[in-house]
């Protein structure tokens, strides 16, 4: 791993003794590698990330892993509001939808994968933990957007992804904006479990929209309209399902 120091001072202290257990992951959206440095290296811009990582898989280190980067924003995880307090941020660099959006060279992902390596042998992340911009955030961001290889991240243990055996169930409803009932609150529930930020309301609102968005474009790409139907229901309360069963798998060997 190429790695390079290029120190921000946008950082401060991380609050309390809880450990870093998530990873977040964010295209630049800026035109090139120098403009995105520059951004995030900038005091008044007074936004930064542990890493970015160039093109062509170079690492840039702007802040320590000690420090509490400010990249998250607003932000939602599994029960954490605070997430810059228990998280790395990692930038990888791409134009974004503004600018040009585009795939991530196979070089940028390698040194993205050699990275995650380094870090997990520092800290414990959990699959279900390594998430991108659009999941914490699902009403402000849509980074590292749906051209983001996740399913690569996860056979390298980085992430989830779909069992070789799932199908889409006979009996998955199609959920739209507007919903209302037990099929939306149980939608509700197992994106919950998932880490989202959402309540079980069994009202299919903006929010529900949003998310059931991130999902998609997490983990079904090829279509990002918000709507649950039935690949959508299907793969929700699957990934949901391996979090369970992860649950009692820890719990059985506490």
């Known amino acids: 791993m190429r790695l390079i120091d290029h120190p921000s001072p946008n950082f401060d202290e991380r609050s309390g003794r809880r ?36 093109e062509d898989g170079t690492v840039y280190r702007l802040v320590p892993e000690d420090k509490r980067a ?15 307090a228990r998280s790395i941020g990692i ?5 974004g939808h503004e600018f040009g959006y585009r795939e991530f060279p196979a070089a940028q992902i390698d040194g993205l994968l050699e990275l995650l390596g380094d870090i997990a042998s520092r800290h414990e992340v959990m699959p279900g933990n ?4 659009s999941d914490i955030a699902p009403q402000r961001k849509d980074d590292p957007g749906e ?20 199908k889409v169930s006979p009996h998955a409803p199609a959920l739209h904006p507007g919903d209302r009932g037990g099929a939306v609150l149980e939608l509700q529930v197992a994106l919950d479990r998932i880490g989202y930020g959402i309540e079980g309301s069994g009202v299919y609102d ?14 079904r790409p090829a279509l990002l309209d918000g709507v649950s139907d039935p690949e959508t229901t299907s793969l929700i309360h699957h990934i949901s399902e391996q979090v369970s069963m992860r649950r009692a798998c820890t719990d059985k060997t506490a």
């Not at 400010?70 to 810059?84: E, K, M, P």
Request: net charge neutral; proline share 6%.
């Open 19 to 54: 450990p870093v257990n998530i990873v977040v992951l964010h295209y630049t959206g800026m035109p090139d590698a120098a403009v995105a440095l520059q951004r995030l290296s900038d005091p008044e811009s007074k936004v930064s990330a542990h890493y970015v990582i160039d």
């Open 70 to 84: 400010w990249h998250a924003g607003v932000s939602f995880w599994r029960g954490v509001r605070d997430v810059n």
């Open 91 to 95: 930038e990888l660099v791409n134009p």
């Open 130 to 133: 390594y998430v991108g911009h």
């Open 147 to 166: 051209l983001f290889p996740w399913h690569r991240l996860a056979a390298a243990g980085f992430g989830r992804w779909w069992a070789p055996d799932f």
């Open 206 to 219: 903006q929010l529900t929209e949003a998310v059931v968005r991130a999902f998609q474009r997490h983990y």
